[in-house]
């Protein structure tokens, strides 16, 4: 994600936006949408490595990757995985250290 927010040189990002589900589907995906309709999205597999009261550890592991680039959809091949603590601050925002050392703060929008 962060590749894309600092120095994808072809177009401005627009949004990023992360679906985390821990419970049923054990899946993330990461979507960013670019101006001018792009599109860069990964989908993979999650798994609670340990549970504490303040931080969450969650591997993640990309099974799959897809760009939408100039009105077509190109698959690509998935890579990419490690862990993320993660600290709920309430129930709309969280803040999550990766296993890059990268910081990133999520908020609810659903």
């Not at 309709?37 to 592991?61: H, I, L, P």
């Not at 890579?79 to 603590?85: E, H, I, N, Q």
Request: net charge negative.
């Amino acid at each position: 994600i962060n590749f894309f927010k600092t120095s994808w040189p072809f177009a401005k990002v627009s949004s990023i936006t992360q679906t985390l589900d821990l419970y049923d589907n054990m899946m993330v995906e990461n979507f960013i949408n670019f101006e001018g309709g792009g599109q860069f999205a990964v989908t993979g597999s999650v798994q609670a490595v340990d549970g504490d009261d303040e931080y969450d550890r969650v591997a993640f592991e990309f099974t799959s990757a897809t760009a939408l680039v100039w009105g077509r959809s190109l698959s690509l091949p998935p890579t990419g995985a490690g862990w993320f603590d993660t600290m709920f601050c309430n129930d709309e925002y969280r803040l999550s250290q990766d296993s890059r050392g990268d910081w990133s703060v999520f908020r609810r929008i659903s």
